[in-house]
């Protein structure tokens, strides 16, 4: 069974951290381009980074610049999202999802999407 599993979401305080993991079993995530994107609630899902299939490029929405990194391991066929300096306005539910092509904001571009993991930022 091909599956992207996302996990490390949770509850944190305005200012802390968090790192998100997508695992993929059934396949190799070592030629796909890998995305996060969350969903708020009454809000449309959006694109927050997105790596490429070599891990050498990399692009971040600009809400999240320069507070989250993306990463990816290929020999553990996981991807990481570091999110530091976390805003209440990043609380959302956060997939993953792998495009066999470079990385994409189109949503259909991906073939493959986790369940998803909750991030909530509030004191």
């Known amino acids: 069974q091909l599956q992207l599993v996302e996990s490390g979401g949770g509850l944190v305080q305005p200012g802390g951290s968090l790192r998100l993991s997508c695992a993929a079993s059934?396949?190799?995530?070592?030629?796909?381009?890998i995305g996060w994107f969350r969903q708020a609630p009454g809000k449309e899902r959006e694109g927050v980074s997105c790596?490429?299939?070599?891990?050498?490029?990399?692009n971040y929405a600009d809400s999240v610049k320069g507070r989250f990194t993306i990463s990816r391991d290929n020999a553990k066929n996981t991807v990481y999202l570091q999110m530091n300096s976390l805003k209440p306005e990043d609380t959302a539910v956060y997939y993953c999802?792998?495009?066999?092509?470079?990385?994409?904001?189109?949503?259909?571009?991906?073939?493959?999407w986790g369940q998803g993991t909750q991030v909530t930022v509030s004191s």
């Open positions: 059934g396949f190799t995530l070592d030629y796909y381009a």
């Open positions: 999802a792998a495009a066999p092509g470079p990385c994409s904001r189109f949503l259909y571009e991906y073939d493959y």
């Open positions: 790596i490429s299939s070599s891990g050498g490029s990399t």
